[in-house]
């Protein structure tokens, strides 16, 4: 395992009794070198969203935890944020909560000449993804087949809501 998945596991686990204390979930972690500097980010997210004053109280309670257990080498920033409305479903629990919601899955290869496809998540496993499009037709796509999976955020549809 490199040192990044290293760091980003420990700190998965460090920071997993401050998110349940915080009623937020852990979406994802990442340490990574962006010109001459490292960051390490924490995405977070709940139901309804995450705020600002969320990410703050997260940052400031894991900041000591950091510091007691100094296990990254190198100097750093470290950022918590929400991983957006449009965010990329990397893992099991990112597609658990997207259960219900609207998807954009972008394909490596054509399937019924199609190589982008948007839809309700309604179910998935290790193997398959499956959603229902706006004419309540399904689709099975393998998920090895697949390149991007992502939230589908409309903005014009939290327009029609006000």
Known sequence: MSDAKNI??????????I????????VD?????EDDTYYLRVYIDKEGGVSIDDCVDVSRAFNPVLD???YIP??????????GADRVLKKDGD????????VLIKTYKKIDN??????ELIKWDDKI??????????????RSDISLIRLAYNFEDDLMKD
Do not use: Q, W
């Open 129 to 142: 993804i499956v959603i229902k499009d706006s004419h309540e037709s399904t689709t099975e796509i393998s």
């Open 95 to 102: 597609l658990e909560f997207a259960l219900g919601r609207k």
């Open 68 to 70: 007691c257990n100094n």
């Open 114 to 119: 199609k190589k982008e496809f948007e839809g």
């Open 8 to 17: 980003e596991k420990m700190t998965s686990e460090l920071i997993a009794p």
């Open 19 to 26: 998110l349940e204390d915080a009623g937020v979930r852990l």
């Open 29 to 33: 972690t990442e340490y990574v070198k």
């Open 74 to 83: 190198d100097a750093y920033v470290f950022e918590v944020s929400s991983p």
